[in-house]
Protein backbone atom coordinates (compact mmCIF):
# COMPACT_ATOMS: atom_id res chain seq x y z
CA UNK A 1 0.00 0.00 0.00
CA UNK A 2 0.93 3.31 -0.84
CA UNK A 3 0.27 6.00 1.89
CA UNK A 4 0.81 9.49 0.97
CA UNK A 5 0.59 11.06 4.09
CA UNK A 6 4.48 11.06 4.45
CA UNK A 7 4.57 13.13 1.62
CA UNK A 8 5.41 16.88 3.00
CA UNK A 9 3.50 19.52 1.62
CA UNK A 10 4.45 21.20 -1.72
CA UNK A 11 6.11 17.80 -2.95
CA UNK A 12 4.49 16.03 -5.75
CA UNK A 13 3.59 12.36 -5.43
CA UNK A 14 5.24 11.80 -8.70
CA UNK A 15 8.26 10.95 -7.61
CA UNK A 16 7.19 9.05 -4.28
CA UNK A 17 5.09 6.81 -5.70
CA UNK A 18 7.59 5.89 -8.20
CA UNK A 19 10.34 4.84 -5.44
CA UNK A 20 7.15 3.16 -3.51
CA UNK A 21 6.71 0.83 -6.80
CA UNK A 22 9.91 0.23 -7.22
CA UNK A 23 10.22 -1.35 -3.72
CA UNK A 24 7.77 -3.09 -3.62
CA UNK A 25 7.22 -7.28 -4.04
CA UNK A 26 4.18 -6.97 -5.10
CA UNK A 27 1.64 -4.41 -6.85
CA UNK A 28 -2.03 -4.46 -7.38
CA UNK A 29 -3.36 -2.89 -10.52
CA UNK A 30 -7.21 -1.68 -10.26
CA UNK A 31 -8.27 -1.02 -13.24
CA UNK A 32 -12.14 0.41 -14.00
CA UNK A 33 -13.61 1.88 -16.90
CA UNK A 34 -12.36 4.99 -16.86
CA UNK A 35 -8.54 3.88 -15.44
CA UNK A 36 -7.55 4.32 -19.57
CA UNK A 37 -9.03 8.19 -19.04
CA UNK A 38 -5.60 8.62 -17.23
CA UNK A 39 -1.91 9.13 -18.47
CA UNK A 40 -0.76 9.42 -14.52
CA UNK A 41 -2.53 5.80 -14.34
CA UNK A 42 -1.04 4.60 -17.73
CA UNK A 43 2.39 6.09 -16.69
CA UNK A 44 2.73 4.41 -13.33
CA UNK A 45 1.34 1.10 -15.01
CA UNK A 46 4.56 1.50 -17.40
CA UNK A 47 6.46 1.72 -14.16
CA UNK A 48 4.82 -1.45 -12.68
CA UNK A 49 5.33 -3.75 -15.30
CA UNK A 50 9.19 -2.85 -15.48
CA UNK A 51 9.82 -3.47 -12.19
CA UNK A 52 7.76 -6.90 -13.12
CA UNK A 53 9.90 -7.32 -16.02
CA UNK A 54 13.41 -5.75 -14.23
CA UNK A 55 13.54 -7.50 -10.63
CA UNK A 56 10.45 -9.75 -11.00
CA UNK A 57 7.60 -7.91 -8.89
CA UNK A 58 4.33 -9.98 -8.59
CA UNK A 59 1.46 -8.15 -10.30
CA UNK A 60 -2.35 -8.66 -9.69
CA UNK A 61 -5.41 -7.15 -11.46
CA UNK A 62 -8.50 -6.16 -9.99
CA UNK A 63 -11.31 -5.52 -12.53
CA UNK A 64 -13.79 -3.57 -10.95
CA UNK A 65 -16.84 -2.65 -13.34
CA UNK A 66 -15.23 -3.63 -16.38
CA UNK A 67 -14.69 -6.92 -18.75
CA UNK A 68 -10.92 -8.34 -18.96
CA UNK A 69 -11.05 -8.76 -22.44
CA UNK A 70 -12.33 -4.88 -22.99
CA UNK A 71 -9.26 -4.10 -21.28
CA UNK A 72 -6.97 -6.30 -23.22
CA UNK A 73 -8.49 -5.05 -26.69
CA UNK A 74 -9.20 -1.72 -25.11
CA UNK A 75 -12.73 -1.84 -26.60
CA UNK A 76 -16.39 -0.74 -25.16
CA UNK A 77 -15.88 2.08 -22.60
CA UNK A 78 -12.70 1.48 -21.65
CA UNK A 79 -11.66 1.41 -25.00
CA UNK A 80 -13.58 4.68 -25.73
CA UNK A 81 -11.52 6.31 -22.90
CA UNK A 82 -8.25 4.71 -23.97
CA UNK A 83 -8.83 6.79 -27.90
CA UNK A 84 -9.21 9.71 -26.30
CA UNK A 85 -6.52 9.71 -23.68
CA UNK A 86 -4.24 9.02 -27.14
CA UNK A 87 -4.91 11.91 -29.17
CA UNK A 88 -1.86 14.64 -28.84
CA UNK A 89 0.17 11.46 -27.89
CA UNK A 90 2.87 10.12 -29.42
CA UNK A 91 2.25 6.80 -31.72
CA UNK A 92 5.29 5.63 -29.68
CA UNK A 93 3.51 6.05 -26.32
CA UNK A 94 0.18 4.99 -27.13
CA UNK A 95 1.80 1.41 -28.64
CA UNK A 96 3.51 1.39 -24.86
CA UNK A 97 0.26 2.09 -23.02
CA UNK A 98 -2.05 -0.26 -25.66
CA UNK A 99 0.78 -3.23 -24.95
CA UNK A 100 0.84 -2.59 -21.40
CA UNK A 101 -2.90 -3.00 -21.06
CA UNK A 102 -3.02 -5.58 -23.27
CA UNK A 103 -0.39 -7.56 -21.17
CA UNK A 104 -2.90 -6.84 -17.60
CA UNK A 105 -5.86 -7.81 -19.51
CA UNK A 106 -4.67 -11.15 -19.57
CA UNK A 107 -3.25 -11.37 -15.91
CA UNK A 108 -5.48 -13.60 -14.20
CA UNK A 109 -7.72 -11.42 -11.45
CA UNK A 110 -10.63 -10.68 -9.87
CA UNK A 111 -12.93 -9.57 -11.95
CA UNK A 112 -15.87 -7.43 -10.01
CA UNK A 113 -18.32 -6.08 -12.30
CA UNK A 114 -20.55 -5.57 -9.46
CA UNK A 115 -19.45 -4.75 -5.93
CA UNK A 116 -22.43 -6.32 -3.99
CA UNK A 117 -22.81 -9.92 -5.80
CA UNK A 118 -18.99 -10.49 -4.92
CA UNK A 119 -19.53 -9.12 -1.57
CA UNK A 120 -22.65 -11.45 -1.20
CA UNK A 121 -20.45 -14.25 -2.77
CA UNK A 122 -17.22 -13.96 -0.91
CA UNK A 123 -19.75 -14.33 2.17
Known sequence: ????????????????????????????????KNYASSRWCLKQLLEILKCKEDMGQVVRTVFYGVDPSD???????????????????????????????????IIAGEHLLNLFVWTKNRM
Not at 22 to 29: D, G, K, N, P, T
Open 71 to 105: VQKQTGEFGKAFKETCGGKTEEENQRWRQALTYVG
Open 1 to 32: MFDDQGIERGQTIASELKQAIRESMISIVVLS
